[in-house]
């Protein structure tokens, strides 16, 4: 995007990713995050599996939410919130590896409603294999989120 993140954002993007329980129950961690960008991270457990052995696909998708709506809430102004309005998320292959990420990043963004995706990566050392896309539409929200 060629913009520089705001600490003020970084800070708030990071605080709004920590109270997220949901997130906290599955094990995810906000890797990284940069103006446009947002990194979340997934290590698979038994209990996040599906019948089959590999991540849920509720799993998978909660990440790439979260990756795609951080990375759009980065290039907001100060103050600002998101929600996600649509989303469409294709899986590629089975998300059968241990270690999972998703990278966000912003396609379009707008005043109101800006347009992300998020690829989803099964990662392995330095390969990686995407395993899922996610395309998707957050609108801005002006109200606070809870403390």
Do not use: W
């Not at 600002?80 to 396609?107: H, M, Q, T, Y």
């Not at 896309?133 to 801005?140: E, F, N, P």
Request: glycine content about 8%; proline content about 4%; hydrophobic content about 50%.
């Amino acid at each position: 995007m060629g913009a520089v993140l705001s600490p003020v954002v970084e800070r708030e993007i990071r605080d709004s990713f920590r109270r997220q329980s949901f997130l906290r129950l599955i094990g995810a961690t906000l890797a990284e995050v940069s103006a446009g960008r947002a990194v979340v991270a997934l290590d698979a457990r038994e209990d996040l599996l599906q019948q089959h052995g590999t991540l849920h696909a509720a799993a998978v998708t909660a990440i790439a939410d979260v990756a795609a709506g951080y990375a759009g809430q980065s290039v907001l102004p100060a103050g600002s919130s998101v929600v996600s309005a649509e989303f469409k998320i294709n899986f590629l292959r089975p998300a059968a590896g241990r270690r999972f990420r998703a990278v966000g990043e912003v396609v379009r963004a707008g005043r109101t409603l800006t347009v992300t995706q998020a690829v989803v990566e099964q990662v392995d050392g330095a390969k990686s294999v995407p395993c899922a896309v996610l395309l998707q539409t957050i609108a801005k929200v002006e109200r606070p989120e809870r403390p």
